[in-house]
């Protein structure tokens, strides 16, 4: 697996390079790099959209108490868009705008989370207080007054 990872991170720049080249020689130099920055405004302002969106559902998700997991892989697809958005190239910006819809990304859960296994674990910690303990109340505690505290110095 850590093969093929590095190994995409090898091809990506040149599979860029010979999109950059092919549309290039399809549509000329300055179409070219037009739509490499039209391509960036409008997926900042999907990001834009899309974060403030995911933003707002985790917001609720953790109001009303419930597990944000969709939230959450959700916000974590966004960036990456994000980071794909970055990169310039066609490729990268084509994966960028895809991460970006929605429906893709419900898809994508979909596909992952039936591979998922939730496992839950709780730690307990329990210390018992003797005789000699420096935090029983009354005993060990310093009271500093008002003048005697400096917030963070």
């Known amino acids: 697996m850590t ?3 590095a190994l995409g991170f090898l091809a990506l720049p040149l599979i860029e390079i010979a999109l950059f ?3 290039g020689r399809a549509i000329g130099l300055f179409p070219t790099l037009a739509l490499v920055i039209l391509a ?4 900042a302002l999907l990001l834009r959209q899309q974060g403030l969106g995911v933003l707002a559902r985790l917001r609720n998700s953790v109001g009303e108490g419930t597990v944000p997991g969709r939230t959450m892989f959700d916000a974590m697809l966004i960036g990456a868009a994000a980071v794909f958005l970055v990169l310039p190239g066609f490729l990268s910006d ?3 705008l895809s991460l970006l819809v929605p429906a893709v990304r419900g898809w994508i859960f979909a596909a992952l ?5 939730v496992v839950e674990t709780t730690t307990t910690y329990r210390r018992h ?3 000699d303990d420096p935090l029983l ?3 060990g ?3 500093l007054d008002e003048n005697d505290w400096r917030g963070g110095r």
């Open 3 to 5: 093969r093929f990872i």
């Open 21 to 23: 080249i092919v549309v």
């Open 40 to 43: 960036a405004i409008a997926g």
């Open 94 to 96: 084509i994966v960028a």
């Open 113 to 117: 989370a039936s591979r998922v296994r």
């Open 129 to 131: 207080a003797g005789p």
């Open 137 to 139: 109340p009354g005993q």
């Open 141 to 143: 505690n310093i009271d």
